[in-house]
Structures are given as structure tokens and as C-alpha cells.
């Protein structure tokens, strides 16, 4: 009977232990964050309302690029430098692409290497996701409300607030949402942000220091004969279809296993085949995280020890022609020296034929 009070006993604690130390995954999946955890914010901050208010009614996403950009680099660029780059329109402001620009400039002039990506509250994992990236101080957040950019400062997902940085004042605010003074203002993230997500209206732009994570893999079908070798390629990327540099890839064709480390994206190895002719499957995956995947086909045929004549196509004034080239003069067996020998004995022959017959 006690044996049994202590069992029970312990599975309450050992149930209690996991609802309270729960963890979340994100992008990193190498990074876990506590629900108990308290604020995270970005590694670089702002206080002072004169940084954080945006020169113009329609360049908040210039503003929003300005501190997430600062967030992690630690450069704060000037504003108007950035709405140079970017050129947000007036009454329309700036889209995707315009805002990609803005950050590839960026990155040319300071030698940063900042990547973005735009996600949707569930890809990105909630709230507990964009808490996860900022506790690896290598993410900066901002995101795309209707007809508005704010970058987002901090996150506490025990409470479920975020903090934000508000660049709208009386005078550039297009809705009475932000007729408030430039600053800090903390956020419910059920309350306030939920209601606009819910119609999945609110798009999180994640500025990240390198490359994201693989998202996915591709490969080639192959065709060889046995014993030949062949080189099986694949493409390891980013869910934006960039290359993704340095990292290790697995080709399994049978029981055969070959690695190979990626060069932007691209890997390549030789394979010898020893199958005899059939369909056999390559089977791809991206050592760090086998669930990315894919399969491609190796085609096997008999190989043929019958030697093809390969002719190039000269066209001449007289039309198509086919006519061998310098090297298949060679395979005749003649070389380019026995020719000239050759024409000059059949010359010599006719003539001393001709002679003697008119004799």
C-alpha cells in the first residue's frame, strides 16, 4: 500500500515538474527557453523618443528597419539615410521587396550580414517562438500590422507581453490606435495583438545576424550503367530558396552512405554503382535535422562496350554535310604524316601508267 501512495506520489510531482518547466522550439531548435523565463529583449536598446519617433507619416517601415537593424548589430544608421535606401512613397510607404533593398544596402556599407524572412504568427511559433529567437541574441523583430511597422523591443512569455517601440505620435498617426508620444509601451499579447492576428493581418519580419536555418532539400534523378560512377547533387536552402553554406548532407543509395558539405547551398559526390540495372532510390537528408528530406531516382542500365562514332556538322556552301573531324581522321588508322605519302604514290602510279599506254 505505501509502495503504491509513493508511486502515485511521485508521477504527481513528476507531471507538476513538466507543466511548470515546459519548453518551447522555434527556428533554433538547439535553443530552449524556459515559460518560467522573465523578459528578453534585443541586445541593443532605445530610449530616447526623439530616436524613436519616425521623421515622416509614411516611413515607419524605415523606423522599424532603423532599431531592429540597431537591435542586433549595434549600428544605429541615421534615419534619413535609411529612407534613402528604401524610398517609401507617400500615402503607400514601402513593401517587401523596397524594404529588402533598403537591407542589402545596409549590409554592403557596414559589412553586416543581416538576413530577413516574413512569417506568420504560427509559423514563427507564437509568442513563445519570437521569445526563443530573442533569447539568442542573434534575432530582431519587427512586424507589419495593418498600415504600420513596429519593431518589437522585448518579450516576456510568462506573462505574455511584449514591449514595443511606438514611432507614431499625433502628428504622423493615421489611427487613433497610436495617438500616443514616441516611447516604449508594453503590449498584451492576447489583448492587443491577438485581435489584428486573428486574421492573420500581422506579419513578423525576423532580421537574423547569417543565414537561417535549412528548410528544405532537393535533389537530381541520376542515370548510369553498372559499374560506371555518377555525381548525385543536392540543394540545401533556407525557406526563401537561399543557399545555405557549410553544412553536412547525407546521400544513402542501398546501403551505401555518402557525406557531403554544402557550398552555398550546393553539394555534389561520386558515386560508383554497383546495382545491377534497376530503379533504386536516393534518399537526401541534412545531417543536423534528418526530418528535412527528399528522395530522388538512380536509373541503372546494362553498360555497353560498343564504342559510338561521334560527327560534328560542318556546313559548307554546298549544303549539310556531314564530315569528320581532325581526331576521327585519326581513328581511320591513318595519320595526319601517311597522307601526304599516300597521295603522292597514287599520282606517281597513274602517271607512269599513262605514260607507258600512250607508248
Given at each position: 500500500?505505501?509502495?503504491?501512495?509513493?508511486?502515485?506520489?511521485?508521477?504527481?510531482?513528476?507531471?507538476?515538474?513538466?507543466?511548470?518547466?515546459?519548453?518551447?522550439?522555434?527556428?533554433?531548435?538547439?535553443?530552449?527557453?524556459?515559460?518560467?523565463?522573465?523578459w528578453v529583449?534585443?541586445?541593443?536598446?532605445?530610449?530616447d523618443?526623439?530616436?524613436i519617433?519616425?521623421?515622416?507619416?509614411?516611413?515607419?517601415?524605415?523606423?522599424?528597419?532603423?532599431?531592429?537593424?540597431?537591435?542586433?548589430?549595434?549600428?544605429?544608421?541615421?534615419?534619413?539615410?535609411?529612407?534613402?535606401?528604401?524610398?517609401?512613397?507617400?500615402?503607400?510607404?514601402?513593401d517587401?521587396?523596397?524594404?529588402?533593398?533598403?537591407?542589402?544596402?545596409?549590409?554592403?556599407?557596414?559589412?553586416?550580414?543581416?538576413?530577413?524572412?516574413?512569417?506568420?504568427?504560427?509559423?514563427?511559433?507564437?509568442?513563445?517562438?519570437?521569445a526563443?529567437?530573442?533569447?539568442?541574441?542573434?534575432?530582431?523583430?519587427?512586424?507589419?500590422?495593418?498600415?504600420?511597422?513596429?519593431?518589437?523591443?522585448?518579450?516576456?512569455?510568462?506573462?505574455?507581453?511584449?514591449?514595443?517601440?511606438?514611432?507614431?505620435?499625433?502628428?504622423?498617426s493615421?489611427?487613433?490606435?497610436?495617438?500616443?508620444?514616441?516611447?516604449?509601451?508594453?503590449?498584451?499579447?492576447?489583448?492587443?495583438?491577438?485581435?489584428?492576428?486573428?486574421?492573420?493581418?500581422?506579419?513578423?519580419?525576423?532580421?537574423?545576424?547569417?543565414?537561417?536555418p535549412p528548410?528544405?532539400?532537393?535533389?537530381?534523378?541520376k542515370?548510369?550503367?553498372?559499374?560506371?560512377?555518377?555525381?548525385?547533387?543536392?540543394?540545401?536552402?533556407?525557406?526563401?530558396?537561399?543557399?545555405?553554406?557549410?553544412?553536412?548532407?547525407?546521400?544513402?543509395?542501398?546501403?551505401c552512405?555518402?557525406?557531403?558539405?554544402?557550398?552555398?547551398?550546393?553539394?555534389?559526390?561520386?558515386?560508383?554503382?554497383?546495382?545491377?540495372?534497376?530503379?533504386?532510390?536516393?534518399?537526401?537528408?541534412?545531417?543536423?535535422n534528418?526530418?528535412?528530406?527528399?528522395?530522388?531516382?538512380?536509373?541503372?542500365?546494362a553498360?555497353?562496350?560498343?564504342?559510338?562514332?561521334?560527327?560534328?556538322?560542318?556546313?559548307?556552301?554546298?549544303?549539310?554535310?556531314?564530315?569528320?573531324?581532325?581526331?576521327?581522321?585519326?581513328?581511320?588508322?591513318?595519320?595526319?604524316t601517311?597522307?601526304?605519302?599516300?597521295?603522292?604514290?597514287?599520282l606517281?602510279?597513274?602517271?607512269?601508267?599513262?605514260?607507258?599506254?600512250?607508248?
Open positions: 500500500m505505501k509502495f503504491k501512495i509513493s508511486l502515485i506520489l511521485l508521477l504527481f510531482i513528476v507531471v507538476i515538474h513538466f507543466n511548470v518547466t515546459e519548453h518551447v522550439y522555434g527556428l533554433d531548435n538547439n535553443v530552449q527557453l524556459s515559460l518560467d523565463d522573465d529583449s534585443l541586445p541593443h536598446i532605445v530610449d523618443p526623439e530616436i519617433k519616425q521623421l515622416l507619416p509614411y516611413d515607419c517601415s524605415c523606423k522599424a528597419i532603423q532599431l531592429a537593424y540597431y537591435g542586433i548589430t549595434g549600428i544605429l544608421v541615421d534615419e534619413g539615410t535609411i529612407i534613402d535606401l528604401v524610398k517609401p512613397r507617400p500615402g503607400y510607404g514601402a517587401a521587396k523596397m524594404i529588402q533593398r533598403g537591407l542589402d544596402c545596409l549590409n554592403k556599407e557596414y559589412g553586416t550580414n543581416v538576413h530577413l524572412s516574413w512569417f506568420w504568427t504560427d509559423e514563427i511559433g507564437g509568442l513563445a517562438g519570437a526563443e529567437l530573442y533569447r539568442t541574441g542573434q534575432y530582431a523583430i519587427f512586424q507589419n500590422l495593418p498600415g504600420h511597422f513596429q519593431a518589437i523591443r522585448g518579450i516576456n512569455i510568462k506573462d505574455k507581453l511584449l514591449t514595443i517601440y511606438n514611432s507614431l505620435n499625433n502628428t504622423t493615421t489611427s487613433g490606435m497610436y495617438d500616443t508620444e514616441p516611447g516604449v509601451y508594453e503590449w498584451s499579447f492576447e489583448r492587443d495583438y491577438n485581435l489584428i492576428n486573428q486574421q492573420n493581418w500581422a506579419a513578423w519580419a525576423v532580421l537574423k545576424i547569417g543565414a537561417f528548410a528544405k532539400i532537393t535533389t537530381l534523378n542515370t548510369g550503367g553498372t559499374g560506371e560512377t555518377v555525381e548525385l547533387i543536392a540543394n540545401l536552402t533556407d525557406r526563401d530558396d537561399n543557399g545555405v553554406d557549410n553544412k553536412s548532407v547525407i546521400f544513402n543509395v542501398g546501403d552512405q555518402l557525406n557531403g558539405t554544402t557550398i552555398n547551398g550546393l553539394v555534389k559526390v561520386l558515386y560508383p554503382i554497383k546495382q545491377s540495372p534497376g530503379t533504386y532510390d536516393i534518399i537526401v537528408s541534412y545531417l543536423d534528418q526530418s528535412i528530406t527528399c528522395k530522388g531516382i538512380l536509373n541503372v542500365s553498360v555497353t562496350t560498343n564504342e559510338v562514332d561521334n560527327y560534328d556538322t560542318v556546313e559548307n556552301s554546298m549544303g549539310g554535310m556531314l564530315m569528320p573531324t581532325s581526331e576521327q581522321v585519326v581513328n581511320t588508322g591513318l595519320s595526319n601517311s597522307i601526304p605519302f599516300l597521295s603522292l604514290f597514287i606517281s602510279t597513274t602517271l607512269i601508267f599513262t605514260l607507258r599506254w600512250k607508248k
